[in-house]
């Protein structure tokens, strides 16, 4: 289980992400905010050529067509599951590190009996958007009194039967919480499709195949789903594991680039511990150990940094008590200092030792691009140098793939421009 610290334009894709996906033996998941000239680019072609290549794009970061769909809702047809994908879209809004309100729980509680209403009848997410828009609408209390969820029907219509404040109050909150699902475009690729193949993650775990979950990061972002489609993945691949005497063979690759911006699992400690050991290999790379605590609060960063076995902190840490923690961990080592006196009976010279660190914070801080601490379990902490994947013989094939992935994202780009002028009208 790994975790990368390492600050933007520090070599954490080109000399981490990259290099472990074009390596990787089994099926590889790979989150990302970027696509042109970043690792989507420069693997999409390698890892096509062992096996499939499924792309989820809903908000167009590499302007590739929709080509697959993936039923978001096929977890959560019991309450377990339609309470964690409504995790995925609160996580998405708000930092664990904030803590849960009233509103923000009342809001998921509400957006997960939608979920199971809508899952239980096998109905298109796109209905809860529309049970949101019509907190009146008695459909998903039906649906799930004759799913014989009715624990959970008579607490959602409590909600519904109640002050009519506090009732908006909560529905404006979910709404706002599953805003990305409001364009068509983006809802599109989580809808079931007849004329399209259908990405299955128990199917994944068990191939060569390649996902490819791209999101823009900030509000109004799609973050949700790419979380619920990670979280998806990575828990059927424990299931499958557990149905082949305990570990994936070959083991699952789950590079979580971004994970705070674009993919913010809010237990992704806890299935840190474990995850490992089913032959799933997380790697969660993080600009900043603060960032990490934003998104899971200190007390999960913690965890998550714990649990992980192999870490890596590069380049460009202004965090001092994360700098000065880390130096702690390298360790001190003795210096031995001569001192020369001199008395009217001559010169007199004495040796005394005294503790400094191996590793000062602010050369911690001063790392290098290309320059790495490793922490690994059971391992003295080692300072290496990563080599980028340019830099490796690979590199003749790769480099001129990673060029017309990116030329054949340009041209998708422009391509959906012809036809309108600078102010977005038809021309």
């Known amino acids: 289980m ?14 981490v992400a990259i290099p472990a996906i074009l390596a990787a033996p089994g099926p590889v998941l790979l989150t990302s905010n970027k696509a042109a000239n970043d690792a989507f680019t420069a693997t999409v072609d390698a890892r096509a050529e062992v096996g499939t290549v499924w792309t989820l794009d809903p908000q167009q970061i590499a302007h590739h067509p929709r080509e697959m769909w993936w039923d978001i809702l096929a977890d959560a047809r019991d309450l377990a599951g339609a309470k964690r994908l409504a995790g995925h879209f609160v996580a998405a809004s708000v930092d664990d590190s904030s803590g849960s309100d009233f509103w923000s729980t009342a809001a998921s509680n509400t957006l997960g ?35 014989g969820h009715d624990a959970v029907a008579a607490q959602l219509q409590g909600t519904v039967s109640g002050a009519t404040e506090t009732r908006d109050g909560i529905y404006e909150t979910a709404r706002q919480y599953a805003s990305c699902l409001l364009d068509p475009q983006v809802a599109a690729w989580v809808t079931p499709s007849k004329d399209l193949p259908e990405f299955k993650p128990l199917a994944f775990a068990t191939s060569r195949d390649t996902l490819y979950l791209l999101s823009k990061d900030g509000g109004g972002s799609a973050s949700a789903i790419i979380a619920a489609a990670a979280d998806a993945v990575m828990r059927a691949a424990v299931v ?31 299935l840190y511990s474990h ?153």
């Not at 790994?2 to 000399?15: E, F, L, N, W």
């Not at 590079?255 to 699992?265: G, K, P």
């Not at 830099?391 to 391509?415: F, M, N």
């Open 275 to 427: 995850l490992g050991s089913r032959g799933v290999i997380p790697m969660t790379i993080l600009q900043s150990y603060r960032q990490g605590q934003r998104c899971w609060g200190e007390a999960g960063m913690d965890a998550l940094w714990s649990a992980a076995t192999v870490k890596i902190v590069g380049s460009g840490i202004d965090d001092a008590d994360f700098a000065d923690r880390l130096s702690r961990q390298v360790g001190d080592h003795d210096v031995q200092t001569v001192s020369v006196s001199t008395s009217e009976s001559g010169k007199s010279t004495s040796v005394s030792m005294r503790t400094e660190r191996i590793l000062p914070p602010d050369a911690i801080r001063a790392l290098p691009k290309g320059r790495v601490l490793l922490l690994a379990t059971g391992l003295r902490i080692a300072m290496l140098s990563i080599r980028p994947w340019y830099k490796e013989p690979s590199a003749k094939v790769v480099g001129p793939a990673s060029a017309r992935a990116t030329k054949a994202i340009t041209e998708r780009a422009l391509a959906k421009t012809v036809g309108h002028d600078d102010f977005g009208l038809s021309a």
């Open 113 to 147: 009996a939608l979920f199971l209403a809508a899952a239980s009848h096998r109905r298109p997410i796109t209905d809860v958007l529309a049970w949101l828009a019509s907190p009146a609408d008695r459909t998903p209390v039906d649906l799930l009194t004759d799913a």
């Open 240 to 270: 499958v594991a557990e149905q082949s005497g305990g570990r994936l063979d070959p083991p699952a690759l789950c590079v979580l680039d971004e994970a705070a911006n674009v993919c913010r699992i809010s237990d992704l400690p806890d």
């Open 2 to 15: 790994i975790v990368a610290i390492m600050a933007p334009r520090s070599g954490k894709t080109s000399g």
